[in-house]
């Protein structure tokens, strides 16, 4: 009994290096249309989670939620005449546009996915109107934005289904029901291929991919007066814009499916190829960085260098000293960046 007491009913804390350990948690959540007004009109996947968190380009619980809406960042429409901006797709001014939900509506929409996620409510996060915190000197965020994964089962039926990761994109698909639909294209390293936020799922293999965008189906280049409907959220009018290329989309999409795969993707080894002619500049290296270069979907060419350097340094390798002049005409004032050499064998 003694040692008992000793154990278990001392108040005295003994020094120790103890060892550290964290905990990792799955949250059950679904993604959902929304907008967010930041100067523009922004399409984006607003994420709802089991434990009332919601993120809306921050993480919010749902008093801040509706607080957001009541203030106009995410917003249930867009004015005619306005346009719409979908990251890594495009920008289209929009006319004619039918919206499901009013900031009333939408609240209550997201309310009802959390409970049913999580039908008694328990434990949700409450942020007490602050969703950051002092650590030192530096304000810094208590939750930071997730980067959910699509994901499938590869045996439903199983007692334990693995879930297999992928990654998702956004594309305009051409439905069956004479619609033009803003939907999610998950791709996975198997070559299963998901189409989803349309009527019905689509399924297809990663090589179809290719005929879809050449018969139109699955594209990018919406047409002047065509409706575009994003399921759960409206519909609009095109009036003018443009999107990505198709055919950097799909090699976008290449570099995702050989990267879930373990291979090299473009911006990855057009990095390398850059980092090997600094060290040993030839004229060799020099067409296979071009080729490298020249191999990254345009729309992701400005992140083979840094984030300050973006592009510029490549392309002066690639192209001389043009590059030079054309930062010093956009910006106004001298090239920053260091000169890259020439090729020793030039």
Request: aromatic share 14%.
């Given at each position: 009994?003694?040692?008992?007491?000793?154990?278990?009913?001392?108040?005295?804390?003994?020094?120790?290096?103890?060892?550290?350990?964290?905990?990792?948690?799955?949250l059950e959540g679904f993604s959902i249309p929304g907008i967010i007004h930041n100067m523009q009109y922004h399409f984006t996947d607003l994420q709802v989670y089991s434990d009332g968190l919601i993120s809306c380009w921050e993480m919010v619980d749902l008093p801040m939620f509706k607080d957001k809406l009541n203030k106009g960042w995410v917003v249930t429409s867009i004015p005619n005449g306005e346009a719409i901006s979908v990251f890594n797709l495009g920008h289209w001014t929009?006319?004619?546009?039918?919206?499901?939900?009013?900031?009333?509506?939408?609240?209550?929409?997201?309310?009802?996915?959390?409970?049913?996620?999580?039908?008694?409510?328990?434990?949700?996060?409450?942020?007490?109107?602050?969703?950051?915190?002092?650590?030192?000197?530096?304000?810094?965020?208590?939750?930071?934005?997730?980067?959910?994964?699509?994901?499938?089962?590869?045996?439903?039926?199983?007692?334990?289904?693995?879930?297999?990761?992928?990654?998702?994109?956004?594309?305009?698909?051409?439905?069956?029901?004479?619609?033009?639909?803003?939907?999610?294209?998950?791709?996975?390293?198997?070559?299963?291929?998901?189409?989803?936020?349309?009527?019905?799922?689509?399924?297809?293999?990663?090589?179809?991919?290719?005929?879809?965008?050449?018969?139109?189906?699955?594209?990018?280049?919406?047409?002047?007066?065509?409706?575009?409907?994003?399921?759960?959220?409206?519909?609009?009018?095109?009036?003018?814009?443009?999107?990505?290329?198709?055919?950097?989309?799909?090699?976008?999409?290449?570099?995702?499916?050989?990267?879930?795969?373990?291979?090299?993707?473009?911006?990855?080894?057009?990095?390398?190829?850059?980092?090997?002619?600094?060290?040993?500049?030839?004229?060799?290296?020099?067409?296979?960085?071009?080729?490298?270069?020249?191999?990254?979907?345009?729309?992701?060419?400005?992140?083979?260098?840094?984030?300050?350097?973006?592009?510029?340094?490549?392309?002066?390798?690639?192209?001389?000293?043009?590059?030079?002049?054309?930062?010093?005409?956009?910006?106004?004032?001298?090239?920053?960046?260091?000169?890259?050499?020439?090729?020793?064998?030039?």
């Amino acid at each position: 009994m003694k040692l008992f007491n000793k154990i278990f009913k001392s108040n005295k804390i003994v020094p120790a290096d103890l060892t550290t350990i964290t905990r990792t948690e799955t949250l059950e959540g679904f993604s959902i249309p929304g907008i967010i007004h930041n100067m523009q009109y922004h399409f984006t996947d607003l994420q709802v989670y089991s434990d009332g968190l919601i993120s809306c380009w921050e993480m919010v619980d749902l008093p801040m939620f509706k607080d957001k809406l009541n203030k106009g960042w995410v917003v249930t429409s867009i004015p005619n005449g306005e346009a719409i901006s979908v990251f890594n797709l495009g920008h289209w001014t929009i006319e004619q546009g039918e919206w499901h939900h009013t900031k009333e509506t939408l609240y209550e929409f997201v309310y009802s996915l959390v409970k049913k996620l999580n039908p008694t409510l328990e434990n949700l996060y409450n942020y007490n109107g602050r969703n950051s915190k002092l650590v030192g000197k530096v304000d810094v965020a208590k939750h930071f934005i997730p980067n959910p994964k699509p994901y499938y089962l590869d045996d439903p039926n199983s007692f334990f289904p693995e879930k297999i990761n992928g990654e998702k994109f956004h594309f305009f698909y051409r439905n069956n029901d004479s619609a033009t639909y803003l939907a999610e294209l998950s791709i996975y390293k198997s070559g299963y291929v998901e189409i989803t936020n349309l009527p019905t799922k689509k399924v297809f293999k990663f090589e179809e991919l290719s005929e879809l965008t050449q018969k139109g189906i699955l594209t990018t280049d919406l047409k002047i007066g065509e409706t575009v409907t994003i399921l759960n959220l409206g519909s609009f009018k095109i009036v003018s814009g443009s999107g990505v290329d198709i055919k950097f989309k799909l090699n976008e999409l290449t570099d995702k499916f050989n990267e879930l795969n373990g291979r090299e993707n473009s911006i990855t080894k057009c990095a390398r190829i850059f980092e090997e002619y600094k060290q040993k500049p030839t004229k060799r290296l020099r067409d296979e960085l071009k080729d490298a270069y020249e191999a990254v979907p345009e729309h992701k060419r400005i992140f083979v260098g840094t984030m300050d350097t973006k592009d510029y340094e490549v392309r002066q390798v690639i192209y001389g000293d043009i590059i030079k002049k054309e930062w010093e005409d956009d910006y106004g004032y001298e090239y920053p960046f260091d000169d890259m050499p020439k090729p020793i064998d030039e």
